[in-house]
């Protein structure tokens, strides 16, 4: 296929994702949950590998009190690359609203420490 088409395509999608963008923010202004979440949900389908689609997206299902489809999308955010520590901080939070007390613990729980290394410049050896 000739490189324009495929320039075009690309044209077509950014056009498509700022109409998206525009509507999602018509409707948080407006207060609309539900357009909000159907905004975010086809721009999280546009964009599947973008983060930032998958955390809006979740944002707006927390917001609308829909934390098991909330927990899905922080997932994938997690999976597409989302900074770590807040996101499980707010799985956390919603495993603990749902009563999943050991799915709670374990998101809030710090990630287990290494021991720390040895520097390299040390010629000591154990007893």
């Known amino acids: 296929m000739p490189k324009s088409f495929f320039r075009f395509a690309d044209a077509k999608k950014q056009e498509k994702k700022q ?8 409707a948080e202004t407006a207060g609309d949950l539900r ?27 927390r917001q609308a009190g829909e934390p098991r ?12 690359g989302a900074p770590a520590a807040d996101l499980h901080l707010q799985l956390g939070v919603l495993h603990a609203q749902l009563g999943e007390h050991a799915p709670a613990v374990r998101e809030l729980e710090p ?17």
Do not use: V
Not at 19 to 26: D, G, K, P, T, V
Not at 69 to 80: C, F, Q, V
């Open 69 to 80: 489809d909330a927990i899905a999308a922080y997932g994938k955010a997690l999976e597409h």
């Open 111 to 127: 990630p287990p420490r290494s021991p720390p290394a040895m520097p390299t410049w040390c010629a000591c050896s154990a007893p």
């Open 35 to 61: 357009a909000l979440i159907a905004q975010r949900r086809a721009l999280a389908e546009l964009e599947p590998r973008e983060a930032t689609a998958w955390l809006g997206l979740a944002q707006a299902l």
């Open 19 to 26: 109409a998206l963008e525009a509507a999602a923010r018509a």
